[in-house]
């Protein structure tokens, strides 16, 4: 049975987007060793979207691209919650899916963040 997905997100400059993560965005976290955290992050979704040539992130050689978007029940005040921790969000998009901005990461990297207009599974269960 299939009990919890784990993201692998990769980045440049690791420490500092996992204080980011623990410190900015308020995920609780365990150190599994040396430093390394693994986050609890709210329940999520999975979509499938095509893939354009270059876009996959090779783990083992097939694995495919991926994009982490979180999502919040009000865009507008989560940017200001975040703007009050010195965080700059781009600009808000307005999508046929949702309301979106990024969160920039101390990386250089960079999540989505977007408020749905759409149903979402976040209540389902998995069999």
């Known amino acids: 049975m299939i009990i919890g997905s784990h993201i692998l997100l990769h980045s440049r400059k690791p420490e500092e987007d996992r204080a980011f993560f623990r ?4 995920f609780p976290a365990i150190d599994v060793g040396h430093g ?3 986050f609890g992050i709210s ?3 999975a979509a499938i979207h095509a893939m ?3 876009s996959a992130h090779s783990h083992s050689g097939r694995a495919l ?3 982490l978007y979180l999502m919040c029940d009000d865009l507008v005040a989560h940017i200001a919650s975040l703007r009050i921790k010195n965080v ?3 600009e808000v998009h307005t999508e046929r899916w949702g309301i979106r901005t990024t969160i920039p990461l101390p990386s250089g990297g960079e999540i989505g963040l977007y408020q749905p207009t759409h149903a979402t599974a976040l209540s ?3 069999k």
């Open 65 to 67: 691209g991926a994009a």
């Open 52 to 54: 354009d040539e270059g």
């Open 88 to 90: 700059q969000c781009t």
């Open 43 to 45: 329940p999520a979704e």
């Open 36 to 38: 390394w955290l693994i």
């Open 124 to 126: 389902l269960k998995s």
């Open 23 to 26: 410190d900015v965005l308020g």
